[in-house]
């Protein structure tokens, strides 16, 4: 996959170097924060290659995606109850099964108990 012509590698290389380098002439970010800005770039390509390749691993790049930008938030300063972080991460869990759900199958044969169902009548 290839962004702007490039590897997304190197453009994340690129941004890693500048970030650094800005940090070093004044910017105000933490080794800390750098660590979770790349961690969240590094997530987002992962989503982009995931939907561009097919593999079938969107909804968990999505997932990892949203835990990446809450560490991001919490990087920078939002003060979050593990509780509350649970139930955000709940709600994308719960939205990603709700698109996807459809778009999986699992690797192995349907169970005959999963083609019929117990509530229609023997005649039907």
Known sequence: MKIFGR???????????ALKLASAYGLDVTAEQQGAIMAVLSLIV???TAVVLKTGAVGASIVNLGQGALALFLAF???????TQAMWMSLIEGAVALV?????????PALPTEQ???VRSART
């Not at 300063?77 to 509780?83: K, N, Y």
């Open 7 to 17: 590897e997304p590698v190197y453009i994340l290389a690129f941004i890693a170097i």
């Open 46 to 48: 992962a989503v982009a």
């Open 77 to 83: 300063g939002l003060h979050m109850s593990a509780e």
């Open 100 to 108: 996807l759900h459809r778009e999986v199958t699992a690797p192995v």
């Open 116 to 118: 019929k169902s117990p």
